[in-house]
């Protein structure tokens, strides 16, 4: 349940990050990859979002 929900605000983070030009600031960036970094490690143990 934890994990769920930690990827849910991870991809939340992200989207507003990128919606606010993250991609063109380098902590934007680096906010980004770490979120990038996390999901990766998070989405193999959870098989779907669903509550």
């Not at 605000?9 to 680096?30: A, P, S, Y």
């Amino acid at each position: 349940m934890e994990e769920k929900a930690k990827i849910i605000g991870l991809t939340r983070l992200m989207r507003r990050e990128i919606r606010r030009d993250g991609l063109n600031r380098e902590d934007g960036r680096k906010l980004i990859e770490a979120c990038r970094a996390e999901l990766v490690g998070l989405l193999p143990r959870v098989e779907s979002l669903t509550f």
